[in-house]
């Protein structure tokens, strides 16, 4: 895998995702906004090798992590972790399922989106919860059933917004250079 390519397709969806995605929030909907990291994880995870695609995956959710509006807490911090490991657990989903997948079709890459969103959002979830029960932090006010309802209409809107982008990625696979580590020998004699 070429990392320039890599780097340019996640500076571009993280682009996206903190700056122009809030041209198509849907405010009527609840402020739900597509987002196109996931739609990079999904691609990198579908195709790269293994070792590869979950070390790909986890550096892109620390960046995401680090990124303006996502890991925010009080006084400037951030919190590295739930986009790191929410990609890496849809990574390690991807894994388990993409030898029985279709990985050249951009239905695969949608409905694996919308899952790698709502995969994310409960590792997310999960991480504010655990981290609410220490004694040095504030408990969580915010959430329920709204911010579940909000993650859900995202995932989907993620997943329409995968249509493209996964075009996008799928029409440009050449220049990624995925190898297979076996090769396509035949077994047979």
Do not use: Q
């Not at 195709?47 to 620390?62: H, K, N, S, W, Y």
């Not at 400037?76 to 079709?105: C, D, E, Q, S």
């Amino acid at each position: 895998m070429r990392i320039i390519v890599l780097f340019i397709a996640a500076v571009l969806a993280l682009a996206f995702d903190s700056g122009f995605s809030g041209l198509f929030t849907l405010k009527s909907l609840g402020n739900i906004t597509p987002m196109a990291m996931p739609c990079v994880v999904v691609f990198v995870a579908l195709f790269a090798p293994e070792i590869t695609a979950l070390i790909t995956v986890l550096l892109l959710g620390v960046l995401v992590d680090l990124s303006p509006g996502y890991g925010d807490l009080a006084d400037g911090a951030y919190l590295i972790g739930p986009h790191a490991l929410g990609f890496f657990v849809t990574g390690l989903f991807i894994m388990k399922f993409r030898n029985v997948v279709f990985r050249r079709r951009i239905l695969t890459i949608v409905v694996f989106a919308v899952g790698c969103v709502l995969v994310t959002g409960a590792v997310e979830a999960l991480v504010l919860i655990i981290r609410g029960f220490m004694p040095w932090t504030p408990p969580i006010t915010s959430g329920g059933f709204g911010a579940f309802l909000k993650l859900i209409g995202s995932s989907i809107y993620t997943g329409i917004f995968a249509v493209p982008i996964g075009w996008c990625l799928l029409s440009t696979i050449g220049i990624w250079r995925f190898h297979s580590p076996t090769g396509r020998r035949a077994t047979w004699r």
